[in-house]
């Protein structure tokens, strides 16, 4: 096994390698694991809220040293600080059972973090807000490709519990910045702040809300207007590629982890079949669907099934997955590959041991997935590998 793993269960370990792969300080993740330790016990969701102690006592102390940089007029200092903080927090904040006091606290004060830190330091990375169809808005951070004139876009969405700071720091939009590309970091509904603070649920139907994005796009005089590509991680897996299918804007696609049927993963989840990403996770995803119940979640996931749609898509498409996925099984990326029949361009890339990334989304070393489906977007986009 590639993932570091301090802790007696997956869902913790995947927290630490988000932090690590997030940009985290190594020796204060240390720090953090040591003062969780023993709250670990037997199980992934008994100790959550000492675990979501260990990382906010070390964004205290990062806002502490960040107010002190401020004070001397380091900002780029301050800035990197706040972003670690933030990253503490929200990393903190997902572990946590929805209504847990000091949740939705901890949540807003790691977006203030966020923001002050991207301010503070200069960053290529703009807070917009798109306009939903059926009210509300989806928060996105815009990256922008160096240069004149228009450029690719790239439209990047969230999984089942991450959010759009967490896509920024995955260092894929900064990948396509260099490669002339730029991209929009979306909390869809059911994610980040479109679920936290306007209580927006997901759907299966992504194209709805990718729709609005290249709406927002098209808007923008520096986009390429034809040259508009879609990914996903994780859960994205399924909304990239449905969006894809049918949102005929779109030029190129591809997908950071095959999540092709995850209507039939849940079955497998309830025989404990896999790995969850999330304590408390039947709690999380009635949360994100709206559901209040098994029964009525399972319904509002019916369409949670790309079989019979990717052939759809007919435009470049990539799905990548690493071999030892311990939450969505690799057959998966071998299915949304064979069903591409219609794709003038297809491709399959399982991570293996040999370079890494085999983990669920790279959790292991992020760095494999991300440069590849860079590199892809610059081929079918018009950006540039070298």
């Not at 002050?116 to 989806?138: D, K, S």
């Not at 092709?260 to 408390?280: A, D, I, S, T």
């Amino acid at each position: 096994m590639a993932l570091f793993e301090p802790f007696p269960n997956y869902i913790w370990n995947l927290s630490v390698a988000i932090a690590m792969e997030s940009g985290g300080q190594i020796g204060e993740i240390v720090d953090v694991v040591a003062a969780a330790k023993a709250a670990a016990g037997e199980s992934a969701d008994a100790g959550t809220q000492a675990f979501m102690q260990a990382w906010m006592a070390k964004a205290d102390t990062l806002i502490e040293l960040a107010a002190e940089d401020e004070a001397k007029g380091r900002a780029y200092s301050a800035g990197k600080k706040l972003e670690r903080a933030a990253l503490y927090l929200l990393n903190g904040e997902r572990m946590q059972a929805r209504g847990t006091p000091g949740r939705m606290e901890t949540y807003r004060r790691a977006r203030e973090c966020f923001d002050r830190g991207i301010a503070l330091g200069g960053l290529n990375c703009e807070r917009v807000e798109i306009p939903l169809a059926g009210g509300g808005t989806m928060p996105a951070l815009w990256t922008r490709a160096p240069g004149d004139g228009p450029r690719p876009a790239v439209v990047y969405c969230n999984g089942l519990d991450s959010n759009k700071e967490l896509l920024y720091w995955s260092w894929l939009p900064h990948a396509l910045a260099k490669r002339g590309i730029s991209t929009l970091c979306v909390d869809q509904p059911g994610t980040g702040e479109a679920l936290r603070l306007q209580n927006l649920p997901a759907t299966a139907h992504s194209e709805e809300w990718a729709s609005k994005a290249v709406d927002w796009l098209e808007q923008q005089p520096e986009v390429d207007a034809k040259k508009i590509g879609m990914t996903g991680i994780s859960l994205g897996g399924h909304y990239a590629p449905r969006a894809v299918a049918y949102e005929p804007r779109f030029a190129s696609g591809a997908c950071w982890g095959a999540n092709h049927n995850w209507y039939e993963v849940q079955f497998k989840r309830l025989q404990r079949e896999g790995e969850n990403p999330v304590p408390h996770y039947w709690g999380h995803v009635y949360w994100v669907f709206g559901a209040k119940d098994k029964d009525d979640f399972f319904e509002k996931t019916r369409d949670m099934n790309l079989n019979g749609h990717m052939d759809r898509i007919k435009v470049p498409f990539l799905v990548t997955h690493g071999e030892n996925d311990r939450q969505i099984s690799v057959d998966y990326a071998y299915q949304a590959y064979d069903q591409l029949i219609n794709s003038p361009r297809r491709e399959l890339k399982i991570f293996t041991a040999r370079e890494g990334g085999i983990e669920h989304v790279g959790a292991d070393n992020m760095s494999f997935g991300r440069d590849y489906i860079a590199d892809w977007f610059a081929e079918t986009l018009g950006g540039r590998t070298a």
